[in-house]
């Protein structure tokens, strides 16, 4: 029930639509919308490989307390969702609505943690981390703090 719900939220989420109620509350709807940013900020080397992935479900469990396992599904649902990729400026409305310019600063770092979590930033991941910057109204010298905070924390600020 639980998993069908999940699954029905991030299609519902995923589609534009308003999430079923049952279970469902603000911090979901932020959870799935910045799951969707993530995971396409992941998608955009071709493929979420196993250090995104947990990287995204880390970030996932630790700001939004989501199960492993939910966490993990919610981002298949979203890798498996062929629209995907549409639904970034939905999800950057969601965020930009709903979170604080600080809350909204810590959502770039979490960008940053996934665009860099194979060692390398490719030349799509800037360039969608650069544009939800904008979308979500963080200045660039925020977006570039939050780069280096998410650098350091990889132990990647002196390879890069």
Request: net charge negative; glycine share 4%.
């Amino acid at each position: 029930m639980l998993r069908k719900l999940m699954f029905d939220r991030i299609k519902a989420f995923l589609d534009g639509r308003d999430a079923p109620d049952e279970g469902v509350n603000n911090d979901d709807a932020l959870a799935d919308a910045a799951a969707a940013v993530l995971v396409e900020a992941a998608l955009l080397d071709g493929n979420v490989d196993d250090a995104e992935r947990q990287i995204i479900v880390d970030i996932l469990h630790d700001r939004f307390e989501l199960a492993a396992e939910d966490a993990d599904a919610l981002i298949t649902g979203i890798v498996e969702d062929p629209h995907h990729a549409n639904r970034v400026y939905a999800a950057t409305k969601t965020i930009r609505d709903s979170f604080s310019e600080e809350q909204r600063i810590e959502i770039m770092e979490m960008l940053w943690r996934v665009a860099y979590a194979d060692g390398t930033l490719h030349d799509y991941e800037a360039n969608l981390v650069r544009r939800t910057a904008g979308l979500l109204y963080v200045p660039d010298q925020e977006s570039g703090r939050a780069r280096k905070r998410a650098l350091k924390r990889l132990g990647l600020e002196d390879s890069v």
